[in-house]
């Protein structure tokens, strides 16, 4: 396990850096030196350093704290011990204050050495099987691509699983961003039409025309421009699958073209005569209330309980934050190599900062912020400073503010939204809404509201 | 023939210097040879620590390379230290061609304990073996029993044997293949 970890010796005085390096070299460490707090950071840039010995007064313009300093910006897991020949309590606290793991006063004694290195390697080692488990521990939650261990989420896969084989259609509904359609794609490649084709249609994408010819396809010289005949994505879906996205937003001329497909499993091509026969499992979804659309008469009756034969809800991120942590890791681990960064991990503070927010855009603005992350990242650990982006406001300007509106009913809600957000931690609460503990349990009693 | 060279700094007893000639030979097969003393270190004295440099003796060490020598290890009463280090047993280079062992801290009348000559000698060739096993690239066993387990107290020398474990005879073995292919052929014959 020793020679895995990389140690770095910077004294500008050359004995005490080779036999310090020498010594622990013996102890089968990879050791290299730097002659300057200068060249040190240079060496820091390109290689990881589990530990870093350094001295405390170097010449040269950089001292050790300094450097220590420039070096833990880079490579902020470091493990750094200062040494010094003239130890005085201001320097001690001084260094450590700026994040050194020990300070030690030369010369010491060979135990204490050989203790303080192998401790803080185990430490390392720890930290390393920890993000192995990690990983695996996602890998056990993986279903499909989709990661969670929610229990709704669970529900849903077995769901999956159960209806995958089946011909029945399915309305899968859920917020933007949700994982929508690869619920849908989950469906088709779990069952026995897995290797038959797999076409998704965004239904909000075109005009009510295109639509049409794109779904069933048209024949020549039926409109302007159609110049050869061409089959439409039921056609093409032949046999599999055909997954129509944002299907609230379908016109009403389609809704009843859509219908006479899904009663007669047949079709005829725009502009065409033949009757085509189809063999097409329909998987629908949208972010719109469904319900509500049919109750206000835009959407038919007839056709939501054709497609809404098996219904899948899917949560909100805001109500599985339990995932954020698995997604969080699955997402570096796949798109820090992508973006040809080195980051492996997320500190305990970033990963705070994503669990208090809202995440309006769910699952994808999720996987958006974190890219976004380690794009700017400058260590292998995303702190919260790289989710400086994320700003609690653009989550208050969706709050919607009904114009007719007590002052007190406003605060209400508020109130109550925040606490439901938080799961009734008070002290969360009370730092989002911008007010001390006292305040919101006065409001609380006031309003006479229930913590959660 | 090519030989491991036992350098002894000053008066070392022929108590010491044969045990650990047999040792040696027996542990690393290879031809030893003892050197006339070299005069006390003073070269190597800080006069702050009261303390001889390993490093400086290391070097002056090297020095004395030539071609006949495999190995070399200056053997010294004097107690040595590294600039970071309250003290050290010895001093080896990690696959380097100089070694020295101080038997200073070896002895029991150091630690205020009655002397036990038997005891000091067997700790004399652990420290031999194991700076000698460095430089032929062997690094801390973690088999307590190793003569390569790191021994930072005198309780630690005491623990491990004078031999090498089976693990790390099987690297020396490798090493000394690939630095000197013709050593067991030289056994041999």
């Not at chain 1, 209806?163 to 899968?172: E, G, P, Q, Y």
């Not at chain 1, 796949?334 to 809202?358: F, R, Y």
Request: glycine content about 6%.
């Amino acid at each position: 396990m020793r020679t895995h970890w990389n140690i770095m010796v910077v004294d500008d005085e050359e004995v005490m850096r080779e036999s310090l390096a020498a010594w622990l070299r013996e102890d089968g460490y990879n050791v290299e030196t730097a002659v300057s707090g200068k060249d040190a950071i240079e060496k820091s840039r390109t290689k990881e350093y589990a530990i870093y010995f350094i001295d405390l007064k170097m010449p040269g313009g950089v001292d050790g704290i300094e450097t220590m300093m420039e070096i833990k910006r880079i490579q902020s897991e470091a493990s750094i011990i200062i040494v010094t020949a003239y130890a005085t309590v201001d320097t001690a606290i001084t260094a450590m204050k700026e994040g050194a793991q020990e300070y030690i006063v030369k010369p010491c004694n060979p135990e204490e050495i050989s203790i303080l290195v192998s401790r803080i390697i185990k430490i390392k080692n720890l930290q390393r099987e920890n993000i192995i488990l990690r990983k695996k521990l996602t890998r056990q939650y993986v279903f499909c691509d989709i990661i969670s261990k929610n229990s709704k989420m669970i529900d849903i896969f077995n769901l999956v699983k159960e209806i995958a084989s089946l011909k029945s259609t399915v309305l899968i509904q859920g917020e933007s961003g949700t994982g929508k359609e690869l619920i849908a794609r989950a469906i088709h490649f779990s069952g026995d039409r897995a290797n038959k084709p797999f076409i998704g249609v965004s239904c909000a994408a075109l005009t009510e025309s295109l639509l049409e010819s794109e779904l069933f396809g048209h024949e020549k010289g039926s409109f302007t421009g159609a110049s050869a005949q061409k089959k439409g994505k039921f056609e093409l879906a032949n046999g599999g699958t055909i997954f129509l996205d944002e299907i609230g937003d379908i016109s009403g001329k389609l809704q009843l073209n859509l219908l006479r497909v899904l009663q007669e499993k047949n079709f005829y091509r725009v502009g065409g005569t033949e009757q085509i026969h189809i063999d097409v499992r329909v998987i629908a979804a949208t972010n719109k209330n469904l319900t509500e659309a049919v109750k206000d008469g835009i959407f038919r009756d007839d056709l939501f309980y054709r497609l809404n034969v098996i219904n899948i809800q899917l949560p909100p991120l805001r109500d599985r934050r339990e995932d954020i942590p698995l997604l969080v890791n699955n997402f570096i681990e796949h798109l820090a190599p992508e973006l040809g960064k080195d980051v492996t991990d997320i500190s305990e503070g970033a990963l705070k900062v994503l669990l208090n927010h809202n995440w309006p855009g769910n699952v994808r603005e999720l996987e958006n912020a974190v890219e976004r992350a380690i794009v700017t990242c400058k260590a292998k650990i995303l702190t919260d400073d790289d989710f400086g982006f994320i700003n609690h406001r653009s989550e208050q300007k969706q709050f919607p503010i009904p114009s007719n509106i007590t002052l007190e009913e406003l605060e209400n809600r508020a109130i109550t939204s925040t606490l439901q957000s938080t799961h009734g931690n008070i002290k969360e609460a009370a730092t989002i809404l911008g007010v001390d503990r006292s305040t919101l349990y006065d409001r609380i009693k006031k309003y006479n509201l229930p913590r959660n | 023939m090519k030989s491991l060279v036992l350098a002894p700094f000053g008066n070392i007893d022929e108590d010491v210097m044969k045990p650990l000639e047999i040792g040696l030979w027996q542990i690393f097969g290879f031809d030893i040879q003892r050197i006339p003393a070299f005069p006390e270190p003073m070269f190597a004295y800080d006069s702050q620590r009261k303390q001889f440099s390993s490093v400086l003796i290391l070097r002056d060490l090297m020095k004395k390379q030539t071609n006949d020598i495999i190995r070399i290890l200056g053997i010294t009463s004097c107690d040595l230290f590294i600039p970071m280090l309250s003290f050290v047993f010895g001093h080896a280079q990690l696959n380097g061609s100089a070694a020295v062992v101080s038997l200073a801290r070896l002895q029991q009348e150091f630690y205020h304990l009655p002397k036990n000559n038997e005891l000091f000698l067997s700790r004399c060739l652990k420290e031999a073996v194991h700076e000698v096993g460095h430089t032929f690239g062997l690094i801390h066993c973690s088999n307590t029993t190793c003569a390569m387990s790191l021994s930072n107290a005198i309780q630690l020398v005491d623990a491990k044997s004078e031999e090498l474990c089976s693990n790390c005879s099987i690297i020396l073995e490798e090493n000394v293949k690939q630095l000197f292919p013709l050593h067991g052929m030289e056994n041999k014959t």
